[in-house]
């Protein structure tokens, strides 16, 4: 008798530990989701130490739960675990018979291991206790974080003169393009382009987050975030930002005008009337001088890149540094150029004639893996946006969210290597990771079950 009481009690014990656990790790992935929008952008490889933490947390507490989670992630942490074993190959060849006089930069192998394996590993870790209402609350947290960030920043480019004197301010923050990139800012660097991509995702899920959730008051809040950070968006006057975000939001509406209610139909349409010309009002022409500037800038560097002229600050740069990567392409084609790869594209581009000495990188993800991993780096990044398309298709549940992220984040990356950048790597990687495992929980939240 005592035996059997001995045995329940146990198991008793087993059981709330283990739901005290589980409650720990969803509390953390709702706080990751509250960073990954107001912190992350600003500390870079400082947040990949938080989930190395939780990682080994999860670990630690659950050993049994973790390795099996491990063996279902197998594959897709195998592509990047290749990957780094192949930088490090090629990193002991190179160093022992290389003749460039660049100086290595070591830091790669430490961005592979906290980003590129840590991430997909914590990613797989969030099998067990991942539901839709908890990706519905993380997606919100995210969003909240990010608003919270942005406004802190408008705050500190104009102060209360954006309500005292509103024009003046708003029209501050478009020809400063809300302050471009912002060094040394709350004790980091937060740099204009992963500023742009978290406010393009965020307004885009808080968007989606007012169709999916049914409670009136998130559905008002959701609404707020959406319309904030969309004109937040559009103080960067970022191009391919901008760009991004309106395929996305024309996804996502293709998405919800197929499958809503003639209620919701009718909604989204009257919406999208009265806000159109009102914000064109707002930007195009109480505002219009910044946009003008652009639009003059970009004519202009077509038609130079027309005569060969390279130099500029839009296109036509970007045109030259594809140019100048094939240039080079017999250095690093094939093999890459691993630690040496950021010196020697420095060095291209200020012996470049084509006036690119300013720039010190490509400003395309694609090919700057390309020019560091060679065809197995680009076949890695590919990988990253396919491999969540494939299992969609694979299992017929595609998620229109899904795809309409995916169109901003690869938009971007052909105009800034974010996915090289610490300010945003880590939010694009988990994303895509999440993406990847995860696809049905947010095909299941587009369905409704939240």
Known sequence: ???????????????????????????????????????????????????????????VTQWNSFVKELRVGKKYILVFGIYFIYILVQSLFMTWGCTF??????????????????IP??????????????????????????????????????GISLFTD??????????????????????????????TLHMALTALIAYF??????????????????????????????????????????????????????????????????????????VFDGLKEKYKERTEEIKREVENVKRGVYAGGTIAPRIGFIRESFIHVDEFGVWGLGIYAKHRVNQWLQSSKDGL????????????????????GLAMIVFLFCAPLYRMLRTQKVSWLICALLVIIFVMNNTCILLALNNSRLMILLLLGMFYFYGDVFWRLEKGDC
């Not at 930069?105 to 590129?116: A, R, S, T, V």
């Not at 395309?364 to 560091?372: A, E, G, K, R, V």
Request: hydrophobic share 55%.
């Open 357 to 376: 000495g300013a720039f010190t990188n490509v400003h395309n993800s694609f090919i700057h893996y390309w020019i560091q991993g060679g065809v197995l």
């Open 1 to 59: 008798m005592e035996q059997i009481y001995f045995d329940k009690t146990r198991k008793l014990k087993l059981f709330f530990t283990k739901m005290s656990m589980k409650r720990i790790q969803e509390i953390c992935f709702l706080v990751n989701g509250f960073l990954l929008g107001s912190l992350a952008p600003l500390y870079g490889k400082t947040f990949n130490y938080f989930l190395l933490f939780m990682v080994l947390f999860h670990a």
């Open 209 to 282: 987050l007012i169709f999916i959730y049914r409670n009136k008051g998130v559905k008002i809040l959701s609404g707020i975030m959406f319309l904030l950070l969309t004109i937040f968006l559009s103080f960067t006057v970022t191009k391919a930002g901008i760009l991004a975000f309106i395929l996305g939001f024309g996804i996502i509406n293709f998405y919800l005008l197929k499958h809503s209610s003639f209620r919701v139909r009718s909604a989204i349409l009257i919406g999208i009337v009265l806000l159109v010309p009102i914000f064109g009002i707002f």
């Open 101 to 118: 006089t660049d100086k290595p930069y070591y830091g790669i192998f430490e961005d592979l291991l906290l980003n590129f394996i840590l």
């Open 166 to 195: 509103t024009s003046s301010a708003i029209n501050f923050l478009y020809a400063n393009r809300l302050g471009e990139n912002k060094l040394d800012f709350l004790g980091g660097n937060l740099y204009l382009e992963p500023q």
């Open 121 to 158: 590993i914590y990613v797989v870790s969030l099998k067990e206790y991942l539901t839709p209402r908890l990706l519905a609350r993380f997606l919100f947290l995210f969003c909240t974080g990010c608003l919270l960030l942005n406004i802190y920043v408008i705050f500190d480019l104009v």
